[in-house]
């Protein structure tokens, strides 16, 4: 099977190092990939700011950037679900990106959901001896389902041991420019969500968005946890290493 990589703008500017557990994850069940060097950001930040025809423009060039890939796979929920749900919106008087975009949705998926529904793979015979929780982010859970394909794989991972977060449906605060527009709030969020995760005693937070992932990771550090903060992707990888 082959297979083209949508890095997403903050996995390419901040955790490389997710993309490549991911590439090593995949190549590991055969998947051949590659990765199209023009894509640019699915312009969600303008479309979570209102600004409508500039994520459409942005949204275009995206689409284009991946319309000789056959499947297309991503480790960001969020961005996922912002093509899924918004682009038919946007391009709901284009005929033509209205088409391409509804084909760019058929053949993407997030990571997890790739590995388990597409590949038939929910165990990819790792052992990762920790104790690890997982943080729900808002857009995979309630837009993309993914949580179910993500316990698929945390329950085949040899040694772990999972415990489950108290209220791990609500959000942590970030919500792309949420986070910025209301600042006060945001930080309430996010101390409610590390105080959750302190009390599983985990060593270890697992999830499917970076953005959300990278907002616990900065509020745990403020407050000196050594809770590790990884990738679904990241835990597999490391797991299928030692």
């Known amino acids: 099977m082959k297979a083209s990589i949508f890095i997403t703008c903050i996995c390419d500017s901040m955790y490389p ?35 409508w025809d500039d994520a459409r423009e ?38 033509k990106y209205l088409e391409r975009s509804k084909e760019l949705i058929r053949k993407t998926h997030e990571f997890s ?49 999972f415990i489950p977060l108290a209220h791990e449906e609500q959000c942590c605060g970030f919500g792309g420019t949420f986070s910025v527009k209301m600042p006060e709030i945001s930080e309430s969020m996010v101390n409610a969500k590390v105080a959750d995760i302190m009390a599983t005693g985990a060593d270890v937070v697992v999830g499917t968005d970076l953005s959300c992932l990278m907002n616990i990771d900065g509020r745990l550090r403020k407050q000196g946890a050594k809770v590790r903060v990884m990738h679904i992707a990241e835990l597999l990888d490391e797991g299928m290493r030692t």
Do not use: W
Not at 18 to 43: H, I, N, W, Y
Not at 151 to 156: A, F, G, T
């Open 58 to 95: 942005v949204a275009k060039g995206f689409i284009d950037s991946f319309r000789d890939s056959e499947i297309i796979v991503t480790p960001a929920g969020s961005c996922l679900s912002a093509i899924k749900e918004f682009y038919p919106v946007l391009f709901e008087k284009d005929s």
């Open 113 to 161: 959901e790739f590995l388990v529904e597409v590949l038939q793979v929910s165990n990819v015979n790792a052992s990762f001896p920790y104790k690890v929780t997982y943080h729900s982010s808002c857009h995979p859970r309630r837009f993309l389902g993914v949580d179910k394909y993500v316990y698929d794989l945390l329950k085949n991972v040899e040694k772990l041991d």
């Open 17 to 51: 190092r997710v993309g490549e557990a991911m590439v090593r994850v995949l190549k590991q069940q055969g998947v051949s990939l590659d990765f199209p060097p023009g894509q640019t950001c699915c312009g969600q930040p303008a479309l979570s700011s209102g600004y």
